[in-house]
């Protein structure tokens, strides 16, 4: 899982489900919606400044050789977000997506060798 240390090591984690849909208005003013077929779930991910660059090097240059088009499985984990499962241990339930990295931050090291990053991963759900 190349890109499950995202998700453990994050401080936050967002997911939009909302759909898609497109909108026209006519001159009369009548309004048309649809809905633009499913919509995968968007993991917007924000990884935690401040971890030695020594425990990330490796994560890091992953990275950079990974194939952006096959999709990684990540698994939301139970011991760092229990109320996304509403405090109920899903055990071997837990709810795993299958992903492809859309959008990797910019990485700094700062203070001796810690890394913060320039925004959140996003990661869109492959369907």
Do not use: C, H
């Not at 997911?15 to 009369?28: C, E, H, L």
């Amino acid at each position: 899982m190349a890109l499950q240390w995202i998700i453990d090591k994050s401080e936050s984690l967002s997911i939009n489900r909302k759909p898609v849909v497109a909108r026209t208005t006519a001159r009369d003013g009548s309004i048309r919606i649809v809905s633009r077929g499913s919509q995968p779930a968007r993991i917007e991910v924000k990884v935690a400044d401040g971890i030695p660059w020594t425990s990330l090097k490796a994560d890091i240059y992953d990275l950079d050789s990974m194939s952006y088009s096959t999709p990684q499985t990540v698994t939301i984990p139970f011991s760092k977000y229990p109320w996304y499962y509403n405090n109920a241990n899903p055990g071997a339930g837990a709810e795993s997506f299958s992903v492809y990295l859309l959008q990797v931050p910019e990485w700094t090291l700062f203070a001796r060798n810690q890394v913060s990053w320039s925004g959140p991963f996003i990661l869109v759900q492959a369907i």
